[in-house]
C-alpha cells in the first residue's frame, strides 16, 4: 500500500503546485494551458488505445457501455457530486470545473496499464518500481490539469488511493486471472476514454466521458468469454 500512498501524495502535491498557476492565469493563458493539456492526452489515449487489438470488442464496449451509462445517469451523477464539492472546498461558480477536473484526473491515473500491473506487483511481488515511476508521472500531469481545471484533480488522489489500493490488496487472488490480451483490450479501452477527456479539453467535443466507464467492465467480460469459449474449442472463436 505504501506505493500507492506515494503516489496519491504525488498527485496532491503536483495539484498543489497547478493551483498556484490556476488562479494566476488570464483567460489567454488558460487558452495555452487547455491545448497544452490536451494535445498531451491525445498522445496518451493514442498510446494506450493501440494496445487493444479487439476493435470489435472494443466498439461493443464502448457502444453498449455508453448505453447504460447514459441509463444510470453517470456524468450527471458526479456532476452533482461536484457542485456538493464546490460548496464545501471551493468559493464561486466552479462546481462543474471541479467535477471534470475530478473525473478527467481520475480516469487517465487509473486506465492505463501501469496502475493495474503495478498495483499487482507491488501486492504480489513486493516491487514498487512500476507504481513509484507513475506516481512520477502522476505528479507532473496533476500540475498540468490543474492549471488547467483547478481543484477536483486532487481529489483524484482519492480514486487512485481506493482503485490501486484495492488492486494492491487482492493482487495475489487477482493477478493469476489477468492475461496479456485482458491487459492490452482493457488499456485500449482506457485508451479511448483518454481521448474523450482530449477532445472535451481542445473544445472539439463535449463527450460525456463518465458515461463511458461500464466499458472497462463489458471489454472484461468479452474477453474473458472469448477465452472460455476457445478453451472450451468452440469453432469460429
Known sequence: MIATVINAAAIIAG???GLLLHGR???SFRAVVYTGAGITTVVIGVQMALSGSQIVFLALSLIVGGILGTWWRIEE???SLGEMLKRTFT?????????????????????????LVGSFKAGAEGNYDLILTK???????SIVFAAAM???VAFSALTVLLYQGVLTLAAGWLKPLVSDALL????????????????????????KTANFLPALILIVLLVAGQG??????????
Do not use: Y
Not at 187 to 201: D, R, S, Y
Not at 228 to 236: I, K, M, T
Open 15 to 17: 495539484s498543489l503546485i
Open 25 to 27: 492565469l488570464t483567460d
Open 77 to 79: 451523477g458526479i456532476l
Open 91 to 115: 468559493r464561486g461558480n466552479g462546481g462543474k470545473d471541479f467535477a471534470f477536473g475530478f473525473l478527467s484526473a481520475s480516469v487517465l491515473f487509473c486506465a492505463g496499464a501501469m496502475a
Open 135 to 141: 506516481s512520477v508521472l502522476d505528479g507532473f500531469m
Open 150 to 152: 483547478g481543484m477536483g
Open 184 to 207: 492490452g483490450e482493457l488499456t485500449g479501452v482506457g485508451g479511448a476514454l483518454v481521448l474523450m477527456i482530449a477532445l472535451n479539453l481542445l473544445g472539439i467535443a463535449k463527450p
Open 228 to 237: 472460455f469459449l476457445r478453451a472450451h474449442h468452440v469453432p469460429g472463436v
